[in-house]
Antibody, heavy 123, light 110 residues
Framework: QVQLQESGPGLVKPSETLPLMCTVSGDSIRVYYWGWIRQSPGKGLEWIGNIYHNGNIKYSPSLQSRVTILVDPSKNQFSLRLTSVTAADTAVYYC?????????????????WGQGIMVTVSS | QSALTQPRSVSGSPGQSVTISCTGTSGDVGAYNSVSWYQQYPGKAPKLIIYDVALRTSGVPDRFSGSKSDNTASLTISGLQSEDEADYYCCSYAGSYIVVFGGGTKVTVL
């Protein structure tokens, strides 16, 4: 059974960097894309970015100037770093497995999700 | 890329059918069959229920069905049950390896 588990600080100060980790078990991170999605309180889902095990990355255009996603196949983990956070970045952050389609390996759907981690940006 | 457009809420009585629309553009929903739907209960992670427009995930009741016409995808819940009361999100590939979600629809069972 594939499982994903987010970890990281629950509280980050404004202007600082938010670091999150996603640990994958039950599957190799060397297959599929792996993504980050967030959900602000009472709001909808917002895609942050996807990474493939070979390092191919795509970020949401609205966040790409502040986001870095890395993958560590040796530890079966991938990470998220969001810089210069503000209160607007307060959200539940989810990591998820993303299927792809076609020879160009384009992202398709997210089938396994972590339970999510609530991150509050506040001084 | 803008978020896909969903109605904020839909409601129906037990046994009725409800349909949730998800409107995008010719660059996302209209261009690809990579449309998926997620069910989310309060305080829980989203759960994939439909992928590739109309394929149900294993274990999802067949009262859930998906379709697409031009730039609009739809999720229909037939024979509405109390446990179907949840938030539903659509998602589409938007080209250039970008993914976009809808704003979400709250389904209320009257």
């Amino acid at each position: 059974q594939v499982q994903l588990q987010e970890s990281g600080p629950g509280l980050v100060k404004p202007s600082e960097t938010l670091p999150l980790m996603c640990t994958v078990s039950g599957d190799s991170i060397r297959v599929y894309y792996w993504g980050w999605i967030r959900q602000s309180p009472g709001k909808g889902l917002e895609w942050i970015g996807n990474i493939y095990h070979n390092g191919n990355i795509k970020y949401s255009p609205s966040l790409q100037s502040r986001v870095t996603i890395l993958v560590d196949p040796s530890k079966n983990q991938f990470s998220l770093r969001l810089t210069s956070v503000t209160a607007a970045d307060t959200a539940v952050y989810y990591c998820a497995r993303c299927h792809y389609f076609g020879q160009r390996l384009e992202p398709d759907y997210f089938d396994y999700w972590g339970q999510g981690i609530m991150v509050t940006v506040s001084s | 890329q803008s978020a896909l457009t969903q109605p904020r809420s839909v409601s129906g009585s037990p046994g009725q059918s409800v349909t949730i629309s998800c409107t995008g553009t010719s660059g996302d929903v209209g261009a690809y069959n990579s449309v998926s739907w997620y069910q989310q209960y309060p305080g829980k992670a989203p759960k994939l229920i439909i992928y590739d427009v109309a394929l149900r995930t294993s274990g999802v009741p067949d009262r859930f069905s998906g379709s697409k016409s031009d730039n609009t995808a739809s999720l229909t819940i037939s024979g509405l049950q109390s446990e179907d009361e949840a938030d539903y999100y659509c998602c589409s590939y938007a080209g250039s390896y970008i993914v976009v979600f809808g704003g979400g629809t709250k389904v209320t069972v009257l």
